[in-house]
């Protein structure tokens, strides 16, 4: 299996910072890897697609990059319904695995 | 836009079978693949597998030999079926489809979600 590992597990930051979560592959896996936003209580819901797509409806101040091993979701400038848990998902080979999640909580 | 809706019983007993029907609204099950996805609490998440409406199926090791997923295109719905349950398969169980743009073998992603269902496995 794959193993996704984020960093870091947890972040505290303030409304208005720029923030960065880092995820990284086991192996190889091209650009095939999602980013998603779980809030407590709800379902997880997709932010980012194949590495840099944006989410039709998503605010544009989510940008994702990187292929290969090393991905990135960045913040540009926090909002207050952005804290919330970050997951990142491989889709290159099943068995599917998630990253164990980045909880962005406010400072 | 599609919609999904997971429902079933929230307490099973251990050693018996966990049964859940996801309900798909505003949209055809006969296109993409669907999936299941479970996060046991404070955890994070596991991909069970997933169904093409045609039937064919491909499940996570980690509970191949106890997961069933089948489909109802009649009903616009598909379904989850653990076997032999124990503690260790209490989680929020989300329904999802799978979509992907061009080769379905190819970059693929989990989008919309259903709201998700506990199951607590306790006697």
């Known amino acids: 299996d794959i193993q996704m590992t984020q960093s870091p597990s947890s972040l505290s930051a303030s409304v208005g910072d720029r923030v960065t979560i880092s995820c990284r592959a086991s192996q190889s896996i091209s650009s095939y890897l999602n980013w998603y936003q779980q809030r407590p209580g709800k379902a997880p819901k997709l932010l980012i697609y194949a590495a840099s797509s944006l989410l039709s409806g998503v605010p544009s101040r989510f940008t994702g990059s990187g292929s290969g091993t090393d991905f990135t979701l960045t913040i540009s400038s926090l909002q207050p319904e952005d804290f919330a848990t970050y997951y990142c998902?491989?889709?290159?080979?099943?068995?599917?695995?998630f990253g164990q999640g980045t909880k962005l909580e406010i400072k | 836009q599609v919609q999904l809706q997971e429902s079933g019983p929230g307490l099973v007993k251990p050693s018996e079978t966990l049964s859940l029907t996801c309900t798909v609204s505003g949209g055809s099950i006969r296109t993409n693949y669907w999936s299941w996805i479970r996060q046991p609490p404070g955890k994070g998440l596991e991909w069970i597998g997933y169904i093409y409406y045609s039937g064919s199926t491909n499940y996570n090791p980690f509970l191949k030999s106890r997961v069933t997923i089948s489909v109802d295109t009649s009903k616009n719905q598909f379904s989850l079926k653990v076997s032999s349950v124990t503690a260790a398969d209490t989680a929020v169980y989300y329904c999802?489809?799978?979509?992907?743009?061009?080769?379905?073998?190819?970059?693929?992603?989990?989008?919309?979600w259903g709201q998700g269902t506990l199951v607590i496995v306790s006697s």
């Open positions: 998902q491989q889709s290159y080979s099943t068995p599917y695995t």
């Open positions: 999802a489809r799978r979509d992907y743009y061009g080769d379905p073998t190819g970059r693929s992603w989990f989008d919309p």
